[in-house]
């Protein structure tokens, strides 16, 4: 049996999505805990805790940029040839994960934190990036990579609930002022993500090389790849395909909006609301309800595509934040009641946002194989990672910035009015006016199940030489609506990207 031919089971997938039991977990406590405990047990200053996040998210965003073309072409040497051009790098990335404790050792320096924070996101982009293509490596259906998919999301979300649950549990375990509470947690999640990485590996495999693969070995070829000004040009040119652009829109603008609830959401429990941390951990936790809410938005997204579950995730969240507001403005003797409430509804408008962008992901390189007759998947994940981790740490450091401008202060239990007015115009006005732009994007997004058999059954056709005037008004429709270009100009005989056509703008 060859590898295109190995079916798609319910623990290979399951296998597949423990990595994002360290994307969703790791990022989820970081999200929402780190700001938290280095102001107020490390002693940084909201600034300082900030630009860690900030400057490591860049860097490491810089070197993930380069990280997806290199995956691309990793199969031209030894390594590549005998461990794969993906996994390789998910093999070497696990006993790596155990960087990740050293976040929370209390005591260290600024540099320190710095240090060890850029290396776990240097060590998470190198594992995360190669990982994300294995969908579009293992199958080319749309319902075994739907399963793949929905089963990393399964995980994703199981990663984020004890991201929530288990240092709430420690906290309320040890005390409000316990730092051990934090590194304890650390110290559980390292070993855990180094045992899920290494799992992922074990259990996935890549398509077989392909003559035209193995062609690309010319040291012409080799030359023209590892030009810089050629990477960019290789970067830039996933914008022209008009559903990446929407695609990216949307994940960048929901997932930067999540990041501002998760990062503000403890210090306006804590600070806004009067409630301990350890209450806000278990409100964060309701993310349990996350689990089944995946399974079904698996069946979901094959019945109703992916733009009607971006508006219903977004409805949802937006509904939420409303009402969060509205006990935020009229205390009640319920507060605590309600919060569990809206606190477990949100979860699922979050939960949806969260599994729908990845599901998409795998089916945008068939959409750019019309355009350049080449596999890019790496290229487009590194895209994705480059511009997600840019665009967090951006809104991490304004985050922070907004905190220590609006008056709060280090390391004390009670703010100023002004600090406290500062978190929640933060979180509503931040995370309120990203969620609607993202929605307005979803409205007039259109690949899905349908769209999807249509385009890559065309992009067979033309494969085995059908003729161009023999497509079908429908499939001209829809592949020009996919891609951004004109019929004509699709499928080029050369390796060569087709002017983009007056209506390629940033977000269509």
């Not at 594992?127 to 994703?156: A, Q």
Request: glycine content about 8%; some cysteine; hydrophobic content about 50%.
């Amino acid at each position: 049996m060859t590898r295109s031919e190995r079916k798609i089971t319910i623990p290979v997938s399951i296998g597949y999505g423990l990595t994002d039991i360290m994307g969703g977990g790791a990022f989820t406590v970081i999200g929402a805990w780190l700001l938290f405990y280095y102001t107020t047990f490390v002693g940084l200053s909201p600034l300082e805790a900030a630009s860690i996040v900030a400057i490591a998210r860049i860097v490491d965003a810089v070197i993930s940029l380069f990280m997806g073309s290199f995956t691309d072409h990793f199969y031209k040497n030894a390594l590549g040839k005998r461990f794969g051009r993906r996994r390789f790098f998910l093999l070497i990335g696990s006993p790596l994960m155990l960087v990740y404790a050293l976040l929370w050792l209390n005591g260290m320096n600024y540099w320190f934190y710095l240090s060890v924070y850029l290396a776990f996101e240097i060590i998470a982009a190198m594992v995360l990036i190669p990982w994300e293509t294995l969908p579009s490596e293992m199958t080319k259906d749309f319902n075994s990579r739907t399963k793949l998919s929905t089963g990393r999301m399964f995980l994703s979300a199981t990663g984020t609930f004890l991201a929530t649950f288990i240092p709430g549990l420690l906290i309320g375990y040890l005390g409000e002022k316990s730092a051990e509470a934090y590194l304890i947690n650390g110290v559980v999640f390292a070993i855990a993500f180094m045992v899920c990485v290494f799992i992922s590996w074990k259990v996935t495999w890549e398509r077989e090389l392909t003559p035209e693969m193995l062609a690309e070995l010319d040291k012409e070829t080799a030359r023209s790849r590892v030009n810089v000004l050629g990477l960019i040009k290789d970067y830039i040119s996933t914008l022209n395909v008009r559903a990446f652009r929407k695609h990216l829109a949307i994940y960048l603008f929901s997932f930067t909006a999540k990041d501002i609830y998760n990062t503000v959401f403890v210090f306006f429990c804590v600070y806004c609301l009067q409630v301990s941390s350890a209450f806000a951990g278990s409100l964060l936790s309701m993310s349990i309800i996350g689990l089944p809410v995946t399974l079904i938005a698996g069946f979901a997204i094959i019945k109703f595509g992916p733009s009607r579950l971006y508006v219903f995730a977004y409805s949802v969240m937006l509904l939420c934040l409303g009402g969060i507001l509205l006990i935020y403005l009229f205390p009640t003797a319920h507060k605590a009641l309600l919060l569990v409430i809206i606190a477990g509804v949100y979860q699922v408008g979050r939960c949806v946002l969260e599994f729908t962008p990845w599901n998409v992901f795998p089916f945008i390189p068939d959409i750019d194989e019309m355009i350049t007759r080449e596999r890019r998947e790496g290229l487009f994940a590194a895209v994705m990672t480059f511009s997600r981790k840019t665009t967090v740490a951006i809104a991490t450091f304004v985050v922070g910035f907004i905190l220590q401008e609006g008056g709060f202060v280090k390391g004390s239990l009670v703010q100023p009015p002004e600090a406290v007015h500062t978190i929640a115009l933060t979180l509503f006005v931040g995370t309120a006016g990203l969620l609607v732009i993202a929605l307005w994007q979803a409205m007039t997004f259109h690949l899905n199940k349908q769209t999807h058999k249509i385009f890559v059954e065309e992009v067979e056709r033309l494969k085995n030489h059908g003729s161009r005037e023999a497509v079908t008004a429908e499939t001209r429709k829809i592949v020009e609506d996919l891609t951004g270009h004109k019929y004509e100009k699709l499928w080029p005989e050369a390796k060569a990207y087709p002017l983009p056509t007056e209506d390629c703008k940033a977000l269509s």
